[in-house]
């Protein structure tokens, strides 16, 4: 059974869409991921799930329950970190993540002591004297720190250095592992490539695709070069529908395939190639291929 489950899920502000019939399904031990431009969604849709904005209509359940209306013991199960964290700088670090534990009915404090010693944060220091980069450490600690079978990122690396996303990423992997299922919202496409398992692409409230990175990649635009042993011309290629910028420069022909490259590769031998190089689109690529299209 899927941990997050969503069908037809829609938010909307007067007539202006936050989303609008949003379905996917995050399974245990799966990274998903969400990209899209900024006011694509992305936020609107992770607030809706945790119930901290009121769906307009649709289905939404965690771990099975109904997650649109209020549960204490859900809630439990659930990390949460918003792309925009709001704390009380009055407390230190570890205090305010003490408060938060003893919300929980929990004692955490070795787990926060390993967590912080990880993500090297100073906890006796009050939160308001913290720079943004150690206040996005506080966040990331209260996250993950009760471990939940459910975890909500919303562009968990803003304002950490590169050590501590390294460490962030391994954090991640352990909850993974350990069964949870994550959402994952970044603006950083390299991040989610390395660390999404799957990924969906929003545009103006809407879903444009749901798919494995790999799948992705495999329907995305692929630049090849074949080069000859004697000078070669275009013409002798004749036309596929799904190649497209095909030129000739001396012994060597350049183009781009979108899908399958078995005809392509083929002619290619009958014609005599001697070498082969490809170079498949980047996440980067197909992400704007999609948005730039709608």
């Known amino acids: 059974m899927a941990s997050i489950h969503l069908e037809k899920l829609s938010k909307f502000y007067g007539k202006t869409v936050g989303i609008k019939e949003v379905s996917f399904d995050v399974n245990p031990g799966e990274v998903f991921g969400i990209l899209g431009p900024n006011g694509a969604g992305k936020t609107t849709a992770i607030r809706t799930i945790l119930g901290l904005i009121r769906a307009s209509s649709g289905v939404a359940t965690i771990l099975g329950q109904d997650a649109l209306t209020p549960n204490k013991d859900l809630r439990r199960n659930i990390g949460y970190l918003p792309g925009i964290a709001a704390t009380y700088d009055r407390y230190t670090a570890r205090g305010y993540l003490q408060f938060l534990a003893e919300m929980r009915g929990l004692s955490l404090d070795s787990r926060i002591e390993s967590l912080a010693k990880r993500i090297d944060l100073a906890l006796d220091i009050h939160i308001h004297d913290l720079s943004k980069g150690n206040r996005q450490k506080v966040s990331l600690i209260q996250a993950f720190m009760h471990n939940p079978k459910v975890l ?71 630049r090849i070069e074949f080069t000859f042993p004697e000078e070669i011309k275009v013409e002798k290629f004749g036309r596929f ?17 979108k899908g399958s490259q078995k005809e392509l590769l083929r002619r290619a031998v009958e014609l005599g190639a001697t070498e082969v190089r490809t170079e498949e689109s980047s996440l980067e690529e197909i992400f704007l291929d999609l948005v730039g299209s709608q």
């Not at 095909?246 to 781009?256: N, S």
């Open 152 to 222: 909500c990122l919303d562009e968990p690396t803003s304002g950490l250095d590169p050590l501590v996303q390294r460490e962030f990423e391994k954090i991640l992997q352990e909850a993974k592992s350990a069964g949870a299922a994550v959402i994952l919202s970044s603006h950083v496409l390299s991040e989610v490539e390395h660390l999404a398992d799957r990924i969906a692409i929003f545009f103006q409230g809407r879903i444009l695709v749901v798919d494995e990175i790999a799948a992705l990649k495999g329907r995305a635009r692929h």
């Open 241 to 257: 529908e799904n190649v497209s910028e095909m030129f000739a420069e001396r012994e060597r022909i350049r183009c781009v395939v």
